[in-house]
């Protein structure tokens, strides 16, 4: 079927997608959601239907913004429409819906399918529903690794030993990132770090290092950095690395489920060409992972995925009950990771884990550098001014340059105690209510930690905004739900349970 | 937020989607996908939204036809925007992807959510595949029919007994309903059928009979007709008898799996009323249900649900392996039946299957009329011709009337021996590429069925299309592959498998 372009300016993030009156629509025998390839002169593409009455009349298609790139149209083209035939893939996510196990070949197709638009967004919530319920084990995790990689682009660097780290995430006000890079780096190793902006916590890695330098790089502007400083922090999301991740991460978080994350993970790191890494998996209370049997369990899989595709992979597993060091949000995470490395306050718990990470890396390809050292020298700090430097920031930045937001509000204790609990949740919701992670200055700190003493009227912490209206919501919040608990013993009651309860749990996504 | 209402004239299949810039989304924190809550003056919806650079400026928000229907919006309002929370829904989705069992409530909150379209797409696919992997039990089928049914209109008749009957499908050329319609409603009991068009097949029931009546008759003017004749064939898609099922449907069809196979015969059958019910279950090579064994499970399954939710079913397992009869196609069926309960041909497959039917349902409610008399006396075409008359259509019809396409297409044996085999699919894909459901006279007239003698050089069938064009993707198709199978013996190799084969098995969806 001959039908004439109309451009209608719509951008659905990356979807191909055109619109098609109904009767044209009738005319092939389907209807929206069904796939049709589009040819004009040599150049074709597969893309999903919408029906309308109106916004497209007979004889025209209505094509967004990506398929006009895709096919180089101006507009008036005419171009040939017909019925796409189902693509293969559709039968292996059946067969895994089945329970078959899936070759390197099938899951190969899957995701290409997926980048190419030939997978509609039920269909790709299929596959992922199928791959939660039906498990993918290590065989499948190492293919859908390498077929994600392929689906990107990847970093080339000319170097033997490439090392990385990541945290599974769970932990509040983590600035373990900011530190490993420089005291790694400044110890002489490579590590092209790419980190992800929050989902759902108050501040990724990404949104802390933007306070202090551009994170939006592309793959050759990351290149050149690290070929300058042997380091760099950048936005992973701007580097394509990944591209199916960020389709099926749409389908994963609104369920709450994550099969894909050993692969989303660990294909991530391979792109950049990474052969040495250590995984955080922060665990405990408010934490993604409760249990060091079930952190060990991660653990094992890690190591054994990372076995199969050629990266030699430790983990860390670490406390992650209460906020690490006392600053969250993006800018106050900023600052008290310049103070730290600046040495000008001594944050244990931030070193501690940090160094501890640092400490793994080095003995993992035999260095005999020291972390702390390297970080008590000064030289950790000389390397993030030049990493800095690099990505386009200021080099010179100190740590009260660095803009809180204007308007605070304490949150003070109701009686006197001990700090018995945090609810990391609680915390992240909160400086969530005051901007974060968009507003970079907003967020709280922190006055006590667990088992401080505490008397009644004490501030627990101190809550920053940009925008003095945010703090209504925080109110709010802290006082429908307590975020830290001050008492003289824990309640023995958790609970009680009168009828039967809808479960539901906090999902903390980060990857 | 505060958004200006721009009408951006899309209809996007119910679905309730906004267009909103990407800036004023980022200000929200939310993405393509991501649900948001819109209200204007009382009243308020929650819709999907796609995130577009150019099409809606910031400070507007694109709204589809629904949303506009919905809130009764003309453009320029001013509306309230704001991020919904995510409704309780998909925790027990989620529940159910960890195979949990789901209570009545939460099945009800999900189909209404389906429905109300709170849930986006990969939601509800995630839903369809969780059903499909982790198995509905017949408590889960009851609710999720007794749920759909309250999610639509139903008909109300005041009549003790309300029989019905229903193909699982899988038959070609299946003109049981037409018959047995007239033949029950001329016996005296009530049957307000409901019939669907073809989505995989060339023609549904609906289709068929739109060749002598209109079908597309809402509830009341269904009511009336039931009430002054006892019977009617409509098609049920005009009914809004259970909208979920035309949600979940467009996720099951790609996959080919239909977890909510029995929630949906069932669901409609209870929303017209029906409390005694036979359903046909064609068996056999090339329909839906292989074997006897798998039919009497299917049965089985049919009958303990049919308990559970007050209608009394029993199952016939029929013989689907050659069309039935010699028609395929709507015009050519409607022709066939017409000559048939006019008593101006003997087919005797049809009147077997039909009459078997009809009596099953008969002795289920103690009738002592016989089907093969109520037909041979001419009450069932006086019965037929009065709904006709009731559904707006010509009374009088003769088969002479009937339309069938000018173009022909004889295919011929190309070796003498006996009829061995007859491939379904390959049938339903003639009559499809000849223009069927959609061209009415399209279709195809067998001459010869299973186990007649041919010698080499007779016409096996004849295609008929509305348009020549179409003709020749027939002949495409069956110089391709052999869709009636002669010889003198069945060889004994059905095929080789060199290499891991791509099962693709054709999938039919009828319901």
């Known amino acids: 079927m001959k039908l004439r372009v109309k451009l209608v300016g719509l951008e659905v993030g990356g979807k191909l997608i055109i619109i098609m009156n109904n009767e044209d629509a009738d005319d092939l025998g389907i209807r929206s959601g069904a796939r049709v390839r589009i040819q004009y002169g040599k150049k074709f593409i597969t893309s999903i239907i919408n029906v309308t009455k109106k916004l497209v009349s007979k004889g025209h298609i209505g094509v967004c913004e990506e398929v006009k790139t895709r096919l180089n149209l101006k507009g008036n083209e005419e171009v040939d429409v017909d019925v796409a035939k189902f693509p293969t893939s559709l039968q292996f996510i059946k067969n895994k819906l089945?329970?078959?196990?899936?070759?390197?070949?099938?899951?190969?197709?899957?995701?290409?399918?997926?980048?190419?638009?030939?997978?509609?967004?039920?269909?790709?919530?299929?596959?992922?529903?199928?791959?939660?319920?039906?498990?993918?084990?290590?065989?499948?995790?190492?293919?859908?690794?390498?077929?994600?990689?392929?689906?990107?682009?990847?970093?080339?660097?000319?170097?033997?030993?490439?090392?990385?780290?990541?945290?599974?995430?769970?932990?509040?006000?983590?600035?373990?990132?900011?530190?490993?890079?420089?005291?790694?780096?400044?110890?002489?190793?490579?590590?092209?770090?790419?980190?992800?902006?929050?989902?759902?916590?108050?501040?990724?890695?990404?949104?802390?290092?933007?306070?202090?330098?551009?994170?939006?790089?592309?793959?050759?502007?990351?290149?050149?950095?690290?070929?300058?400083?042997?380091?760099?922090?950048?936005?992973?999301?701007?580097l394509n690395l990944a591209p199916a991740d960020d389709i099926f991460i749409q389908v994963e978080y609104p369920l709450s489920i994550d099969p894909l994350m050993f692969p989303s993970i660990m294909g991530k790191k391979r792109a950049v060409g990474a052969n040495h890494l250590v995984i955080d998996i922060p665990t405990g209370r408010g934490t993604k992972v409760k249990t060091i049997g079930d952190a060990d369990l991660l653990a094992k899989d890690f190591i054994e995925l990372g076995q199969k595709i050629g990266i030699k992979t430790q983990c860390a597993i670490t406390y992650g009950e209460q906020p690490m060091g006392y600053a969250v949000g993006p800018a106050l995470e900023a600052r008290e990771m310049l103070e730290v490395i600046m040495r000008k306050r001594n944050v244990v718990d931030v070193i501690d884990k940090a160094c501890h990470i640092a400490n793994i890396i080095l003995k993992m390809v035999g260095k005999e550098q020291n972390a702390l050292q390297v970080l008590k020298s000064g030289k950790a700090e000389e390397k993030l001014r030049e990493i800095i430097a690099h990505q386009g920031g200021n080099a010179a930045v100190k740590p009260d340059d660095i803009k809180i937001g204007d308007y605070g509000l304490d949150i003070c204790a109701e009686k006197s105690g001990y700090v018995l609990w945090m609810n990391n949740t609680g915390l992240i919701d909160v400086a969530r209510a005051a901007g974060a992670p968009k507003d970079k200055g907003a967020g709280l700190m922190l006055h006590k930690k667990l088992g401080h003493k505490v008397e009644k009227g004490d501030r627990l912490f101190t809550v920053y905004a940009e925008k003095a209206r945010k703090l209504e919501r925080v109110r709010k919040i802290t006082d429908e739900n307590g975020v830290v608990g001050v008492g003289d013993r824990v309640e023995m009651l958790i609970h009680e349970v009168t009828q039967v309860p809808v479960h539901k749990k906090s999902f903390i996504l980060e990857r």
């Not at 030993?161 to 790694?184: A, E």
Request: hydrophobic share 40%; aromatic share 2%.
């Open 98 to 238: 089945n329970g078959r196990k899936l070759s390197y070949e099938e899951v190969s197709e899957i995701v290409k399918d997926t980048v190419e638009g030939n997978l509609n967004e039920s269909e790709i919530a299929a596959f992922v529903a199928a791959l939660y319920t039906k498990g993918v084990d290590i065989d499948e995790a190492a293919s859908l690794t390498c077929a994600m990689v392929e689906s990107g682009e990847t970093l080339k660097l000319n170097k033997k030993i490439i090392v990385d780290k990541h945290s599974i995430g769970g932990t509040v006000g983590d600035k373990t990132t900011m530190l490993v890079v420089p005291i790694i780096a400044a110890s002489g190793l490579t590590m092209p770090k790419t980190s992800s902006r929050a989902i759902t916590s108050a501040a990724g890695t990404a949104d802390k290092a933007e306070v202090l330098m551009p994170v939006e790089l592309d793959i050759q502007e990351m290149k050149k950095v690290v070929e300058k400083t042997n380091g760099c922090i950048v936005w992973g999301g701007a």
